[in-house]
């Protein structure tokens, strides 16, 4: 799945609300890990929905406590019969959806956008090991959510997946990313990976590729690794 398909099929949202089929799930997982602007469009999303849920949670809390449990309420009033509330609705509706596009447009998504702002991390080019030279640095903000490791590779030229298995020098398993591979990957690619912070702590970790020619097939031996640390500034 590239960029332009995700954004036209509002890949993020239905990832988050779980509209999609566990095929397209695992497609767009494996670019929403080589993806940046698609990381942050989830990242957006959850924290829109997660906000929104304790909104409406606090005001439901807020009504039932203040409510006159020995007078009928408003709603019930509203509902009856001849009420004259039916021919309100359209009215209503418009107003309701109005008020809910102003506040998206002009509140909620630019407060978002502004809490999610210092996420800019600092990129840092991995090289396999079998490289000469230091091993690189990975530095994540004290306020961001991940760094961006570019992975230097040059695999096969039938490969059409990649995983990379990211452990720290105890064994222990960090995180491991798929990504597809729309066709053949000359000698010197990148590949982008985000590192989210709160599974990277600082120190050194290493990082196995492995790759397969489709879906189905089986991964194969590990055919590089890598060395990197983190650093948090």
Not at 44 to 55: G, S
Not at 64 to 83: C, I, N
Request: net charge negative.
């Amino acid at each position: 799945m590239d960029h332009q398909i995700a954004v036209k099929k509002l890949a993020a949202q239905r990832y988050m609300l779980g509209e999609m089929t566990p095929a397209e799930r695992e497609q767009f997982e494996s670019h929403y890990f080589a993806c940046p602007q698609c990381a942050e469009e989830v990242v957006e999303t959850a924290a829109f929905v997660d906000n929104l849920k304790a909104v409406l949670k606090a005001e439901a809390a807020e009504a039932v406590s203040s409510r006159d449990v020995g007078r009928e309420s408003l709603w019930r009033r509203l509902w009856r019969p001849g009420s004259g509330f039916w021919g309100m609705v359209p009215a209503v509706a418009a107003v309701v959806f109005c008020v809910a596009a102003g506040y998206l447009q002009f509140v909620r998504i630019p407060a978002l956008r502004q809490s999610l702002a210092p996420r800019a991390a600092v990129t840092a080019l991995i090289r396999p090991s079998d490289v000469r030279g230091e091993i690189p640095v990975v530095a994540i903000p004290a306020d961001a959510a991940y760094g961006i490791a570019l992975m230097l590779v040059d695999p096969g030229s039938s490969a059409r997946e990649l995983q990379f298995e990211m452990r720290r020098p105890d064994g222990a398993l960090a995180e491991f990313v798929r990504v597809a591979v729309d066709g053949p990957i000359s000698g010197g690619a990148q590949v982008q990976i985000p590192l989210q912070a709160e599974k990277f702590t600082p120190g050194r970790y290493i990082v196995s590729m492995r790759e397969r020619p489709s879906e189905t097939a089986s991964w194969s031996e590990v055919i590089a690794t890598y060395e990197f640390e983190v650093q948090r500034n």
